[in-house]
Structure formats: structure tokens, C-alpha cells
């Protein structure tokens, strides 16, 4: 492998692939270098860094925004997938996009499998579905689907995510409202990276993978496992989704089932152990009683 080529490389998962490619010859755009809804501006960056490689990890992200405005989220998630791929397969580099758990309608009580048809009801997870079609469209396109990502270092000033919530909560002795009927497959950004980074060095076959934690959870239970985790008593305020007013429906049920991204080489480690690694690596938090 020789170089690498980052879109969204800015973000959470975008400078976690970053890392993981550190010891390789890198070009990471972020928003402010490259527009990855202008084709040609994609073309030009392509064919200026040449790649063998191509991560996409931009992605327009505002679930509830995107039903108002979807135009924008296919500008991002959809068209802008395309003209990578398409400068992908024109110069001959692997390419790989990432996916989301809301292409599913969360109507099931088991971890759904890449074979499971989409069902998408919002703007957004359309958006995604299609940028799915655009990259594994490419011969040599990897789509890995992620979900309820985590993993971001103490000083992080990006946009954060759900578990970041979370412990910023539990450290502050704030009650923290957590989903008890939303089951999820939290996905730890170093071992998504981990897990990219192999694909596209392994020879495993291109195609659509589920690249999240083992095991899945409840917010709840998620929360609950952080708290013992940082050795506090949380203040837990247990809601339903139905208790929640969102204008983009999401999954209720959406884990990911990981087996085919095992079966090619990378078994992705449970996620108590992701979760427990990520507060490690966070630094030492003095235990205390947050049960005010």
C-alpha cells in the first residue's frame, strides 16, 4: 500500500483513520480542503494524490435536519459517494465508505445481517442507502455499516457523540436520560480504524460489512457499565423513545450482527471491552458518589 486518501478526516471516525494509517503516506482532507459534493473538485484531489487507497469519512450526520432539507444529505451521503467511487475506480484505488444501522426499520428483536433488506424511513437513511448502491458499485468498494460510535480523547472540541454525553454527565454529577428500549452495537472508532485498515491490506473480498462491536445493549445497560466503569453512582432518568419527539423516525432495535467481517479475518472485540479501553485510555477519574 502506498498512500492514502481521507475525506471527513476532521471528524471522529475520520481521525481515528487517520491514526490507524499514521505509518503510511496520508492526504487527509477535511471539510475546508476539499467539498466532496463538487465532482470536480474530487476528480482534481484524486487524481493529485493518487491513491491506492480512498476512505470516505465525510457525511452529513443532521438526522433530524436532513427530513427539511434532503437535499442536503444526499449532496453528502449519496451524490458526493458517487464521484468518489468514481474517481476510485478510474484510478485504480480500493475504496471505502461507511454505512449506518438506520437503513433498517428496527422492526426485529435480533442483530440484523448484511443479507437483511433495508427498510430506511427517513431522508437520512435514504441518503445513506443510496451512497451504499454508489460504493458498491466500484470493483473494488468496501461499504462497513457503524453505528453509536464512541471513542473521542478527553480534549476533543468536534462534534460529539451519544457516550460522550454520557460520561460528561456522570463526571459533572448531572442525571443523564438514557433509552431503555433502544438496543444498539456501540462502535469503538480505534477498532472500526483496526478494522479498516485490515480490509483493505488482508485481500478480503470488497463488499458490505457490519464493522461494530460485538454484543449489543441498551442505553441503559450502556450507561450502566460506564458509570461502574468510571466508579460512580449515575443519576439515571430512564425514557422510552416514545417519550421523545424526533422528527426523523430511528431503529428501535438496531443491532448489528458482525459475523461476516469474522469470518474475514477480523473478529471486532466485545463492546465492554471497547468501552473499557476508550474510558482507560480517557485518563484516571477519581471515584466518587454521584447519587446527589
Given at each position: 500500500?502506498?498512500?492514502?486518501?481521507?475525506?471527513?478526516?476532521?471528524?471522529?471516525?475520520?481521525?481515528?483513520?487517520?491514526?490507524?494509517?499514521?505509518?503510511?503516506?496520508?492526504?487527509?482532507?477535511?471539510?475546508?480542503t476539499l467539498d466532496v459534493a463538487d465532482p470536480a473538485a474530487v476528480r482534481r484531489a484524486v487524481a493529485d494524490a493518487a491513491p491506492s487507497v480512498i476512505v470516505n469519512c465525510a457525511a452529513y450526520n443532521a438526522v433530524d435536519t436532513a427530513e427539511d432539507a434532503p437535499g442536503d444529505a444526499f449532496a453528502v451521503n449519496a451524490m458526493a459517494v458517487r464521484s468518489l467511487a468514481r474517481a476510485a475506480e478510474d484510478s485504480g484505488a480500493a475504496f471505502v465508505h461507511f454505512g449506518t444501522d438506520f437503513v433498517f426499520d428496527g422492526?426485529?428483536?435480533?442483530?440484523?445481517?448484511?443479507?437483511?433488506?433495508?427498510?430506511?424511513?427517513?431522508?437520512?437513511?435514504?441518503?445513506?442507502?443510496?451512497?451504499?448502491?454508489?460504493?458498491?458499485?466500484?470493483?473494488?468498494?468496501?461499504?462497513?455499516?457503524?453505528?453509536?460510535?464512541?471513542?473521542?480523547?478527553?480534549?476533543w472540541r468536534g462534534r460529539r457523540g451519544t457516550l460522550d454525553g454520557l460520561v460528561e454527565g456522570m463526571e459533572q454529577a448531572r442525571p443523564v436520560r438514557v433509552f431503555t428500549d433502544r438496543v444498539v452495537s456501540p462502535s469503538y472508532v480505534v477498532d472500526v480504524a483496526a478494522a479498516t485498515r485490515f480490509m483493505v491490506e488482508s485481500g478480503a473480498p470488497p463488499g458490505l460489512y457490519h464493522c461494530?462491536?460485538?454484543?449489543?445493549?441498551?442505553?441503559?445497560?450502556?450507561?450502566?457499565?460506564?458509570?461502574?466503569?468510571?466508579?460512580?453512582?449515575?443519576?439515571?432518568?430512564?425514557?422510552?423513545?416514545?417519550?421523545?419527539?424526533?422528527?426523523?423516525?430511528?431503529?428501535?432495535?438496531?443491532?448489528?450482527?458482525?459475523?461476516?467481517?469474522?469470518?474475514?479475518?477480523?473478529?471486532?472485540?466485545?463492546?465492554?471491552?471497547?468501552?473499557?479501553?476508550?474510558?482507560?485510555?480517557?485518563g484516571a477519574f477519581a471515584s466518587r458518589d454521584c447519587d446527589l
Amino acid at each position: 500500500m502506498s498512500r492514502v486518501l481521507i475525506t471527513g478526516a476532521a471528524g471522529q471516525l475520520g481521525s481515528a483513520i487517520v491514526r490507524a494509517f499514521a505509518d503510511r503516506e496520508v492526504v487527509a482532507h477535511t471539510r475546508a480542503t476539499l467539498d466532496v459534493a463538487d465532482p470536480a473538485a474530487v476528480r482534481r484531489a484524486v487524481a493529485d494524490a493518487a491513491p491506492s487507497v480512498i476512505v470516505n469519512c465525510a457525511a452529513y450526520n443532521a438526522v433530524d435536519t436532513a427530513e427539511d432539507a434532503p437535499g442536503d444529505a444526499f449532496a453528502v451521503n449519496a451524490m458526493a459517494v458517487r464521484s468518489l467511487a468514481r474517481a476510485a475506480e478510474d484510478s485504480g484505488a480500493a475504496f471505502v465508505h461507511f454505512g449506518t444501522d438506520f437503513v433498517f426499520d428496527g422492526e426485529t428483536d435480533a442483530p440484523y445481517g448484511e443479507e437483511t433488506p433495508p427498510s430506511p424511513r427517513s431522508a437520512y437513511a435514504m441518503s445513506k442507502l443510496v451512497g451504499e448502491w454508489f460504493a458498491l458499485d466500484t470493483p473494488r468498494g468496501f461499504v462497513l455499516r457503524v453505528e453509536s460510535l464512541f471513542g473521542t480523547p478527553p480534549d476533543w472540541r468536534g462534534r460529539r457523540g451519544t457516550l460522550d454525553g454520557l460520561v460528561e454527565g456522570m463526571e459533572q454529577a448531572r442525571p443523564v436520560r438514557v433509552f431503555t428500549d433502544r438496543v444498539v452495537s456501540p462502535s469503538y472508532v480505534v477498532d472500526v480504524a483496526a478494522a479498516t485498515r485490515f480490509m483493505v491490506e488482508s485481500g478480503a473480498p470488497p463488499g458490505l460489512y457490519h464493522c461494530v462491536n460485538s454484543g449489543h445493549a441498551t442505553w441503559h445497560d450502556v450507561a450502566a457499565e460506564t458509570a461502574r466503569l468510571l466508579g460512580v453512582t449515575p443519576r439515571l432518568e430512564r425514557i422510552t423513545m416514545d417519550q421523545v419527539r424526533m422528527k426523523a423516525p430511528r431503529p428501535r432495535f438496531c443491532a448489528l450482527a458482525n459475523r461476516k467481517l469474522a469470518n474475514a479475518g477480523f473478529p471486532m472485540p466485545h463492546w465492554r471491552d471497547a468501552l473499557a479501553r476508550w474510558i482507560a485510555s480517557r485518563g484516571a477519574f477519581a471515584s466518587r458518589d454521584c447519587d446527589l
